[in-house]
């Protein structure tokens, strides 16, 4: 049975009333095309990049480098966010270097040799993106002086703004919602550089999911992003539209891993 049902990379606990609005409304929605067993709980403890997409996931939201990489096969795309984030460009993100708002650095290139911090070596916006941004200044040699995984992009910003790190990259959406419900903490950084735009995170279910489910759910999700009787849902995660999305729309995320390799940078170290 597809039972799970999450919201990990918007996460925030501050967060979890407007994630379960979100999901409230896709599921009133898609119960409008025939009734399904939608759960009607949000998992809030899922990690935002899991071992694998479970074959029970009904919905979750996926980063979209390892879709193509270690998720490679097991879900199928729903839809893409849009954002009302200044650097969100229609279903797109970027990646942004945080540091602190008192520090020196002024450059990207200021960043050498410093204590950089990102959340998982499989992440686009927090590995991938910064990655290929790197690979352009590191002239083939390690960057940074010192660099740990530490599985979350909120925990991130909060050393940076607690001097614990030097520098971190983040998604751009992620750093948005830093600044609206952790503004103390976040107003003691600041955006230092953007890195290459890619896709927004989609929204996704499982490969298991019968064509109806996927129908449904996508259907449902238009709507919701859509009708004015959503407006405050969609405001509350700062959404402007979902859009239809193909996994080949990620391919680009392939390609900044290529062409970091070819730079001569292939780890982000």
Known sequence: MLKNVSLPMYNLPEMQQVNQAFWTAIRHEAALDGELYHPPEVDFARKPVPDAIERETLFTQVCGYPLNTIFRGQACLLGAPVYSVEQCIGATHVGVFVVHEDSKYRTLSDLEGCRFVYNSRYSNSGMNLPRRAIADIARGKRFFGNIVETHSQPSNIERVANHAADATCVDCVTYAFARKYRSE???????????????????????????????????????????????????????????????????????????????????LL
């Open 185 to 267: 903490m976040a107003n003691r950084t600041r955006i230092l550089a953007l890195t290459p735009r890619s896709p927004s995170i989609p929204f996704v279910t499982s490969i298991e999911a019968p064509i109806e489910y996927r129908r449904k759910l996508a259907s449902a999700l238009l709507r919701v992003a859509r009708h004015p009787r959503w407006a405050d849902v969609r405001a509350g995660l700062m959404l402007i539209d979902i859009v239809p999305v193909t996994i080949e729309d990620y391919a680009v995320q392939l390609d900044y891993e290529r062409q970091a390799q070819e730079l001569g940078y292939p780890e």
